[in-house]
């Protein structure tokens, strides 16, 4: 199987999400991977959702991988800047970004 260039997970769980909005954001990523050409290929991008992050406040969070970087507070519009900033342009929205599980050479679990 190739490899994918990014792994993004998306918290649907009701603790940090109890209206449901990360199961919305969860569909919504794989129309803006389709319309973005990123679910086949060499910057194809592989999508999962989780029932929980490990973090109850700030959700819905959504997290790439390889990076580590971890958003907050994601809607629609900052999930599209997501996919057409950090996963098609390689440019991290630095300013929704709440941790980062990978630095240096060591994880680290996220902020609470």
């Known amino acids: ?13 009701s603790y940090c999400s ?3 909005r990360g199961r919305g954001l969860y569909a919504q990523l ?9 679910l086949f290929g060499p910057n194809r991008v592989k999508r999962g959702e989780t029932p929980c992050l490990g973090v109850c406040e700030g959700g819905p969070i959504v997290v790439v991988y390889p990076e580590g970087v971890w958003y907050a507070n994601v809607t629609p519009a900052l999930l599209e800047r997501i996919v057409t900033e950090h ?6 929205v630095e300013e929704a ?4 599980a990978l630095q240096g050479d060591r994880a680290e679990g996220p902020r609470r």
């Open 18 to 20: 109890p209206d449901r």
């Open 30 to 38: 794989a129309q803006l991977l389709q319309r973005e050409g990123l």
């Open 87 to 92: 996963l098609r342009d390689g440019r991290v």
């Open 1 to 13: 199987m190739a490899p994918y260039a990014h792994h993004v997970l998306v918290c649907v769980g």
């Open 97 to 100: 970004v709440f941790h980062r």
